[in-house]
């Protein structure tokens, strides 16, 4: 806008003006010409010239969805907007993360994986080793066993929380690498053995035992993220991926392999990631990710401003296989009906949920349960206590609720019903 | 066992150079007969033949691998027995792994009040980080989940601090050092009584409080009874 006080230019003034700038040469390129132009121009953008093509794109201005981050210490974590999520895929730079020592800054070109124990032939690879080798690439997802932990507590169920806060630490990516099993193949492993030592890079060197037969059966060391090297956050420049499994296991920052017929016992596998299930054992090796489901729209902090229809939105997923079923109830859980789930339905991946629903603007709780193949049901959260007892925390992949009240507001419900 | 000196941690974070390898293990454990993995062996009988292995005719049955894929790419290089020991500094419960060298409480107590007391407090329980210290044993669920009353298997505090502590300069604990100052931590958690020296076979020998209180997963999917 000018300074000299006039206030709008009519179009036919601005393009003569404007012409004439470019015409008196007062700009010499193009690219100056449409700055001028973007700057002066009036708000209809079938008006003016748009934007340039560039090398990297960026989101609209206006769209900032942003992970969660409560405490920026070195052994955190930071979880997914997935209220703010269409689809299934994850957006890179929106994936969960948490790591116990940073991120670490590695080179490519430094990084290498050794694969030894009881092999016939200990190997170390480097990156250009690994990307060689027959590639696979598959949509899957991956989950904290600690995410929802702090939905379980009898005592203290929270009501003002969000789901990004509750169950962000999912998300959903198309994974690249290479097969375990094609570099097991490759040094070749010896009688005996039946579980594998993964380690990382990172100065935690985090350590997890795997079964033998579940990376036989479909772990990849990933290199690839929806179609771009994987990000530092996530292991760059390879992660140990096991679909369906504690997100813990997929060790990032992959450096080594150990073949070994017993588990290890590392830290995260005895003090950490156990659960204490109320009889005085503690499970271990709790690894495959229960089939689970959460609503994500209309869910707190959102408040719906009038009657009517309204779709609600959510996700589901398992660690054994395919989503069968997603039911959606709108009276607290007294009457159920099947959702609509969009295809194509993966394999150990989220499917997308949706049921259509006629808010009559009285007080509900609307809720949200998942089957998977094997005939799983999610359960409720009396029956994981009734199972487990009130004091685990990890793998809470009970039925979620959220209360929608009579101005519309909606509150995380699940205390309304326990 | 893998001998791991002090200080070879850099620049490759793993042991120094030296002792025997990793592979000696596997050789050893050839014996044992059975496992539970979801490949065939396609009928080889040798007990040395492998169990997972281009030889063993397995193109066209893993994802990625068809079937007139070769029996071995050798895109990467074979690690020499060296290299192994580099990185393989994990322990286990049996004591595999661990290196050589001994600490004492008394030399752990020195050990403690230098590099970790500032994260852990004065007797292990204060904080501001986890709690190391609670010998308070439990029945039904516990109250905390320390070394005293909730880890299995001491040597996986060799295995852990070794590796990631102090949290701000890992690995710069000389492996007496690392012995001395679980020696301290499971005397704090009276464990191991006061004039304890700890060495590779001593503390594989300790058994903790908590190490029966350990069942391996039972969910097994379907719609069975919610575990």
Known sequence: MPRDGRTKLSRRAWITTTSGVIAAGLVKTQTDAIKLVAQEAPSDPTRVPGKLVSELGGRAPAEEPKRLVRAQTLSSSSRTPLADLMGTITPADLHFERHHAGVPDIRLEDHELLVHGMVERPMVFRMSDLMRYPQVSRIQFLECSGNGGGVYNRDRMPTEVTVQALDGLLSTSEWTGVAVSTILREVGVRRGASWILAEGSDAAVMSRSIPLDKVMEDSMLAYGQNGERIRPEQGYPLRLFNPGYEGNTSVKWLRRIEVTDQPTHTRDETSKYTDPLGDGKVRQFSLAMDAKSVITFPSYPYALPETGWWEIRGLAWSGRGRITKVEVSTDGGRTWVDAALQGPILEKSTVRFRHLFDWNGRDTVILSRATDETGYVQPTVEQLWDARGTRTSYHQNHQRAWKIARTGEVTFGLGELV | ?227
């Open chain 2, 1 to 227: 066992m893998r001998r791991a000196q002090t200080g070879g941690r850099v620049p490759l974070r793993g042991a120094a150079e030296g002792g025997l390898p990793g592979m000696v293990r596997g050789a050893f454990l050839l014996v044992v007969a059975t496992a539970l993995v979801a490949c065939s062996d396609s009928g080889q009988t040798a007990d040395r033949a492998p169990i997972v292995s281009g030889d063993v005719a397995m193109a066209g049955t893993l994802e990625g691998i068809p079937a007139h894929a070769p029996a071995r790419f050798d895109f990467g290089t074979e690690a020499s027995a060296a290299r192994v020991a580099i990185w393989d500094i994990d322990v286990r419960p049996d004591g595999e792994g661990l290196p050589e060298g001994s600490g004492s409480v008394a030399q752990g107590r020195d050990v403690y009040n230098v590099h970790c007391v500032a994260c852990h407090g004065p007797t292990g329980t204060e904080g501001p980080n986890d709690r190391l210290v609670d010998s308070e044993q439990w029945d039904d669920v516990p109250s905390t989940r320390t070394v005293g009353n909730y880890w299995p298997h001491a040597t996986t505090l060799y295995d852990y601090i070794r590796k990631a502590m102090p949290q701000l300069t890992p690995g710069i604990l000389s492996e007496d050092q690392v012995y001395a100052v679980i020696a301290y931590i499971l005397w704090m958690n009276e464990i191991i009584p006061e004039d304890s020296v700890l060495d590779a076979q001593t503390l594989a020998a300790v058994v903790m409080p908590a190490r029966d209180k350990f069942v391996v997963d039972d969910r097994v999917g379907g719609a069975g009874p919610v575990r």
